[in-house]
């Protein structure tokens, strides 16, 4: 926590020697971060622990019928028994959508659950992923999909009869 009144100067380069540099220069002129990338900012500002946002968790146990089966400690998902190759972003995404109850995810609540951030208002970030995503689900074959509502976010819907299974 930054006292108020105290400025907090925020350096996100890759260069070390720009950082030691600068470090030097601001010595006592307030509260400084410097990362090396914006992965690193990111796991400094919302730690593992807190990237569910408002996501709730659910741990029901997994079922040999579900059709859907995202696990997210081994950081594993399957469709219909076949494994799916997701990036952690993409699975998170994914189990965020499936997450009870199925509902329209608003861009900043699915923002906030799936990066683990502050959603400023740029859903290209957000429309990016999803479509990463989508692609992969048609690829292992239809069934589950995403759906846009449009100028809101995105909601997960199944055909008639799937099921899905999430384990943290």
């Keep these: 926590m930054v006292p108020a009144g105290m400025p907090f ?13 600068l470090a030097r220069q601001l010595s006592g002129v307030g509260a400084v971060l410097m ?34 089966l995202i696990d997210r400690g081994e950081h594993r998902v399957s469709w219909q028994g076949r494994s799916l190759a997701l990036t952690p972003l993409e699975l998170e995404v994914l189990g965020t959508l499936a997450s009870p109850p199925l509902a329209v995810w608003t861009y900043e609540r699915l923002y906030a659950a ?7 208002g740029d859903a290209s970030t957000v429309h990016a992923a999803v479509t990463r995503l989508r692609r992969k689900l048609r690829a292992a074959g239809d069934g589950t999909l995403i759906e846009t509502v449009r100028g809101v976010g995105y909601r997960l819907a199944f055909s008639s009869g799937s099921a899905v299974t999430i384990v943290d």
């Design 9 to 21: 100067i925020l350096c996100v380069t890759a260069d070390a020697k720009v950082r030691q540099r």
């Design 35 to 68: 990362v090396s990338d914006f992965d690193e900012l990111q796991a400094v500002l919302c730690p593992a622990d807190r990237r569910l946002g408002n996501a709730s968790p659910v741990r029901p146990a997994a079922s040999s019928s579900s059709e859907l």
């Design 114 to 120: 799936a990066w683990g951030g502050s959603y400023l």
